[in-house]
């Protein structure tokens, strides 16, 4: 499906190269939306400084070269020289027709796909996951399901705490409660926020317990085999806890997807040996350092990435280093995409610095750090629980699907559903709106989560768009046939059928451009855009009651791909749409 701006940017182009010579064929056409038509090119204003004549002069040019044919309908010069270009109906109606027939709506797979490493949720093992990673984890969702679906061959990777000196104690502790208590799933284990604050009580009030601690660290690190079994008894609880919220989620990480700290343990000697061997880590005070260019403290002395502490134990930049090595040298992606809070971003940035110094990150490999804001409360803090501690992210979705239940309960629906219908119904409107109200809002921007606004069916939230998808298809149970069987052809002589057909024709580049930003609220906004056009078009374009057969063909089949561009897009950002509502 081809996006309008980009169709009317080569014409420009070409009447450009026409008009004023080859040399300004590759002049960006400044293609802007237009309150006086479809689009607008406002490259004759930048145009006119280089070639010494007016604006309006140049604009009149450039429409006696542009060629219209098939495409657009009206041409005016207003202003100091603004060219609004209006699209020919039919051209719109056929390209809406091209997308109903085609299983992808009209979105090209990459000509040149890449391998992309989505880092995304990673939370700690012996854990509970809390409100901080629910960003963490449905933005990358996102990011991974667009690239997925745009050609790439994406790596899901859930780089989870698994390793380090706290497991020390943990394993310390699963052996004073006794191993069968997590075979059991007994509450003291299962409760992974009480078994870590149990553990760390015991650290810190039991010098006895801590010696054993310390001595089960060493243990653990130089490969005992017992500690390890101990180790992943621990790991394997976790990932029972981690898949449990995934499942709420609806996100598509597995246990595949993990790869650890500990997965690289094993490489963090031979990433600092290569660091030292180039020259590129020195001793600093005791610990080995790496100097990157560029980065300097409040003094203007230059900031350390240390990547080996003074005790000779290694840190998270160390193993972070080697998972670049890993993924450029084993791998071999293409892009590396690092899902973390925006905190993090001085961190990201030296140790990118450092893997360039290198020779890991070069012009062929990037490496992204997509910045996390923080999540809010209503009273524009940090969110957090009444008694002030950390918001558990489990109780948080279940506190949505009951709210939703509330909400819902109190909307006029068109049908009445049975006990488990309906509850299969607000578990997707609950987790659908905590989602979307988060996807909504570009990623390192901070946002307040407010239960009230997110789960309501009207405005910018889930539920509404949910409920645009659920009333098309109503519309074809009541018209008695699938949407699949609604071929038009689509025909526009409406004003609202028309604002309806433009807008799903942005489908393939709001894909394209939250994929290549790694940005998916570029997306939310669009399948907004895209709900509230049809709501204009379903006031003002009565469908199975439409004046004719013809009418009501092409009404049907400008439904059906209205349905498929809704469901694909919430598909694609990870929000479920239910069959009825």
């Given at each position: 499906m081809p996006d309008p701006q980009l169709v009317l940017a080569a014409r420009v182009q070409d009447a450009l190269s026409a008009a004023f010579g080859p040399s300004?064929?590759?002049?960006?056409?400044?293609?802007?939306?237009s309150q006086f038509a479809d689009l607008q090119a406002n490259v004759a204003l930048p145009l006119a400084k280089k070639l010494g004549r007016k604006p309006r002069d140049v604009a009149d040019e450039i429409v006696k070269h542009l060629d219209t044919a098939g495409v657009v309908a009206d041409v005016q010069v207003s202003g100091p020289g603004f060219i609004n270009l209006t699209l020919s109906d039919d051209w719109i109606a056929g390209e809406a027709q091209r997308a109903l027939e085609d299983d992808r709506l009209g979105v090209p797979a990459a000509a040149a796909p890449q391998k992309v490493v989505v880092e995304y949720s990673s939370p700690n093992v012996a854990k509970e996951m809390h409100v901080g990673h629910l960003r963490t984890t449905i933005v990358g969702d996102a990011i991974a399901r667009i690239l997925d679906f745009l050609g790439h061959h994406v790596v899901r990777d859930?780089?989870?705490?698994?390793?380090?000196?706290?497991?020390?104690?943990?394993?310390?502790?699963?052996?004073?409660?006794?191993?069968?208590?997590?075979?059991?799933?007994?509450?003291?284990?299962?409760?992974?926020?009480?078994?870590?604050?149990?553990?760390?009580?015991?650290?810190?009030?039991d010098e006895e317990f801590a010696d054993r601690s310390r001595r089960r660290v060493v243990a653990l690190q130089a490969g005992d085999p017992e500690t390890l079994r101990l180790w992943n008894v621990l790991v394997d609880v976790s990932k029972k806890y981690f898949n449990h919220v995934y499942g709420l989620l609806g996100v598509t990480l597995t246990d595949d997807d993990i790869k650890g700290e500990s997965f690289y343990n094993d490489l963090l000697a031979p990433t600092v040996q290569e660091l030292e061997d180039k020259g590129i880590a020195v001793i600093s005070d005791g610990a080995l350092c790496a100097f990157p260019p560029g980065f300097t403290g409040r003094e203007g002395e230059p900031l350390p990435?240390?990547?080996?502490?003074?005790?000779?134990?290694?840190?998270?930049?160390?193993?972070?280093?080697?998972?670049?090595?890993?993924?450029?040298?084993?791998?071999?992606?293409?892009?590396?995409?690092?899902?973390?809070g925006t905190p993090q971003s001085l961190h990201f940035q030296m140790v990118f610095a450092v893997a360039r110094m290198a020779g890991w990150l070069g012009d062929e490999v990037s490496a992204e750090?997509?910045?996390?804001?923080?999540?809010?409360?209503t009273d524009g803090k940090i969110l957090r629980t009444r008694a002030g501690g950390t918001v558990k992210l489990a109780e948080l979705?279940?506190?949505?699907?009951?709210?939703?239940?509330?909400?819902?309960?109190?909307?006029?629906?068109?049908?009445?559903?049975?006990?488990?219908?309906?509850?299969?119904?607000?578990?997707?409107?609950?987790?659908?709106?905590v989602k979307y109200a988060d996807l909504s809002v570009a990623r390192d921007s901070e946002y307040v989560f407010d239960f009230d606004r997110m789960i309501s069916f009207?405005?910018?939230?889930?539920?509404?768009?949910?409920?645009?998808?659920?009333?098309?298809?109503?519309?074809?149970?009541?018209?008695?046939?699938?949407?699949?069987?609604?071929?038009?052809?689509?025909?526009?002589?409406?004003?609202?059928?028309?604002?309806?057909?433009?807008?799903?024709?942005?489908?393939?580049?709001?894909?394209?451009?939250?994929?290549?930003?790694?940005?998916?609220h570029r997306l939310a906004s669009y399948v907004y855009a895209v709900a509230d056009a049809y709501t204009t078009f379903h006031e003002n374009?009565?469908?199975?009651?439409?004046?004719?057969?013809?009418?009501k063909a092409s009404r049907?089949?400008?439904?059906?791909?209205?349905?498929?561009?809704?469901?694909?897009?919430?598909?694609?950002?990870g929000v479920p749409t239910p069959e009825r509502m």
């Open positions: 300004y064929a590759d002049a960006d056409p400044v293609i802007r939306p859930n780089h989870v705490g698994d390793w380090g000196t706290p497991f020390g104690m943990l394993i310390e502790h699963l052996l004073d409660l006794g191993e069968d208590a997590a075979a059991r799933g007994d509450s003291s284990v299962s409760d992974l926020t009480a078994f870590y604050q149990a553990a760390r009580a015991k650290f810190d009030g990435v240390i990547i080996r502490k003074s005790d000779g134990g290694y840190n998270y930049s160390t193993t972070d280093l080697a998972t670049i090595r890993y993924r450029v040298d084993t791998e071999h992606v293409d892009r590396m995409i690092y899902i973390v750090h997509a910045q996390i804001g923080n999540v809010l409360g979705l279940d506190e949505a699907v009951e709210r939703a239940g509330a909400v819902y309960d109190e909307v006029q629906h068109d049908e009445s559903f049975d006990d488990a219908t309906r509850a299969a119904i607000v578990r997707d409107v609950g987790i659908g709106a009207n405005g910018k939230t889930g539920p509404y768009l949910q409920y645009a998808a659920a009333r098309i298809r109503s519309i074809f149970r009541k018209g008695g046939l699938a949407p699949d069987e609604a071929t038009g052809p689509i025909v526009l002589t409406e004003p609202a059928e028309r604002a309806l057909a433009l807008q799903l024709l942005g489908f393939g580049a709001a894909l394209e451009q939250a994929g290549a930003t790694a940005e998916p374009c009565p469908v199975l009651k439409a004046p004719d057969e013809a009418t049907l089949a400008l439904c059906a791909v209205t349905l498929r561009t809704l469901t694909t897009g919430l598909h694609l950002l």
